[in-house]
């Protein structure tokens, strides 16, 4: 999971960087075109034609396409704000998964554990700032990508309850060209040489990021799994300061102090079973 989330942020940090030649849409078609032959090789490699059914077909169509859904808000948020800022409210995710966990998991979730929800929320609004001059609206979006990332999150531990991973990374790749397929050529413009390197490694970095997510989603529970999701807020920090020279004001650092606290309170207790 650590992985995944640095190689996601890493990805991040290079589509926003494309979006200042490209459309969203073209670099995530590029993205997943790459990642569609990456899941049926893959898939094929290890299971041959047999791997390509599923059990949850429903399940694996909607989750690719929140995954695709999610993935087009996120590059575009990115495009028009700060990484760290962005992914400051992205960190939201693995308590919004905390949440959803008992209505569509069955997980029990203690009052504690809802406690430190509320004050991952009250982390946003402080991020957030509505009512006093500053709000940006643009700033809804990283959270509606948070929300729409956790229920990505839940579906796929269902998923991996009956069908395999390999079977599971072939349909997030398959969903996403296809849907994007259809306006794809529209946003169409000729790559450089330069170019297409730093596209083909979006691809490729965001394909992997997906494979270590679905592998460790597959070997331990959601929650347990949670503090993990926070290396991806340091590490988009970081190439947000060194790329491109954005470094978060208080406001969004408080804030997402307090998201980071409340997930990593919620995880201990669940851990202790409080």
């Not at 999971?1 to 190689?7: A, K, N, R, S, V």
């Not at 809802?114 to 957030?128: N, Y």
């Not at 609206?137 to 309850?161: D, E, N, Q, W």
């Not at 349909?171 to 994007?180: A, R």
């Amino acid at each position: 999971m650590i992985l995944g989330m640095i190689i996601l942020a890493s990805t991040d940090a290079i589509s926003k960087y494309l979006t200042v030649t490209f459309a969203v849409i073209q670099i995530l078609w590029i993205r997943y075109m790459v990642f569609a032959v990456i899941g049926t090789l893959v898939v094929l490699k290890k299971h041959g034609v047999s791997g390509l059914r599923t059990k949850r077909p429903f399940a694996q169509i909607l989750r690719g396409l929140l995954l695709t859904g999610t993935n087009c808000m996120a590059v575009f948020a990115l495009s028009l704000m700060p990484i760290a800022d962005a992914h400051a409210i992205l960190a939201m995710a693995p308590l919004l998964v905390t949440a959803a966990s008992a209505p569509l998991l069955g997980e029990i979730i203690s009052l504690k554990r809802w406690m430190a929800v509320l004050f991952g929320f009250l982390g946003v609004i402080i991020i957030l700032r509505p009512g006093i001059g500053v709000f940006d609206p643009i700033a809804l979006i990283p959270l509606g990508v948070a929300v729409m990332f956790s229920a990505y999150t839940i579906l796929t531990k269902v998923i991996s309850r009956d069908d395999t991973n390999e079977t599971t990374l072939f349909y997030t790749g398959i969903v996403g060209l296809v849907s994007l397929s259809f306006i794809g050529p529209f946003f169409w413009i000729d790559p450089s040489m330069a170019n297409w390197f730093w596209l083909l490694l979006a691809a490729l970095f965001g394909s992997l990021a997906h494979v270590f997510i679905i592998t460790a989603l597959h070997l331990a529970p959601a929650s347990a799994l949670q503090p993990f999701n926070y290396t991806m807020l340091i590490w988009a920090t970081f190439l947000g300061y060194l790329v491109f020279g954005d470094f978060p004001d208080e406001w969004t650092v408080t804030g997402a102090a307090a998201i980071v606290i409340s997930g990593l309170l919620a995880w201990h207790w669940e851990r202790k079973g409080i």
